[in-house]
Structures are given as structure tokens and as C-alpha cells.
């Protein structure tokens, strides 16, 4: 059994005026994604439908489609 990790890395931000970050709002979906537990809860309904074999996360695969287009993505 695989164990449990983040579905996404530690974003740190700095209001220090030093770094820019072109897409902030970015940080503000991925906690709150986090902090509500959507990501498990997404990836434990999918999981069903995840063949065997399966390398990538169905749940994690949804959330970036739903994050790319929400950042204004247009090509998946």
C-alpha cells in the first residue's frame, strides 16, 4: 500500500518585495484544497475507477485540470 503524501509541495510566500509570484492566486486555491481535505476526498471518490496498474492519481489529475483552468489555462 502506498502511503499517504501531500498532493502538492509546500508554497512559500514572501511579501518582502524581493520575489514576485505571477500567479498568487494560485497559493490561495492550492491551501485551501489542502486545509478542507478536498484533495483526499476527491482522490478516495476516484478511487474505484484507478485501474491497478496506475501510476498517476485520478484525484490529482482532476485537481491540476481544475487548477490549470482556473489560472486561465487553455491548452490541456
Known amino acids: 500500500m502506498r502511503e499517504p503524501i501531500s498532493s502538492y509541495p509546500r508554497v512559500r510566500v514572501q511579501g518582502d518585495g524581493r520575489q514576485m509570484i505571477s500567479q498568487a492566486g494560485a497559493v490561495l486555491l492550492l491551501e485551501t484544497v489542502r486545509k478542507t481535505g478536498l484533495d483526499q476526498a ?35
Open 42 to 76: 476527491i482522490s478516495a471518490a476516484l478511487a474505484p475507477w484507478r485501474k491497478p496498474r496506475a501510476v498517476h492519481d485520478p484525484g490529482r489529475i482532476l485537481l491540476d485540470v481544475a487548477l490549470a483552468v482556473a489560472l486561465g489555462g487553455d491548452c490541456l
